[in-house]
């Protein structure tokens, strides 16, 4: 997988779950090997956790939301410069790859 989406990119949802399609949010995570990014506030899931014992005392923390990881097919990467969604393309130099917007054609990468 190209690593044309990294941490801390802004994305946009472009496929999966309807309800996610169009959100935008940072990555948060990403994972090269399988090719899945976690999308702050996107594919929310909620895990029931258990009681805790803490000092004595029993905690019950609830309910647990988090994102879950998606294909990094479905996003797209924001371009700060423009502000839309779009294929990024890679300009060589030297060995520091940056990537470049195919909209605007800035360069996302300073
Ligand atoms: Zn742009």
């Known amino acids: 997988m190209s690593a044309k989406i990294r941490k801390g990119d802004n994305v ?11 959100k935008r949010g940072e990555v948060i995570k990403v ?3 399988k090719g899945r990014v ?3 506030g996107v594919n929310l899931r909620t895990k029931h ?4 014992q803490t000092k004595g ?9 988090f994102e879950s990881s ?4 479905n996003v797209m990467l924001v371009c700060p410069k423009c502000g839309k969604p779009t294929r990024v393309g890679v300009q060589d130099e030297s060995e520091k790859k940056s990537r470049i917007c195919k909209k605007c ?4 990468d300073e």
């Open 105 to 108: 054609s800035a360069l996302i």
């Open 12 to 22: 946009e949802i472009i496929s999966g779950r309807s309800e996610d399609k169009g």
């Open 70 to 73: 998606v294909h990094v097919s």
């Open 49 to 52: 956790q258990k009681q805790v």
């Open 38 to 40: 976690v999308v702050q």
């Open 31 to 33: 994972d090269t090997e």
């Open 57 to 65: 005392r029993t905690v019950n923390p609830g309910m647990l939301r």
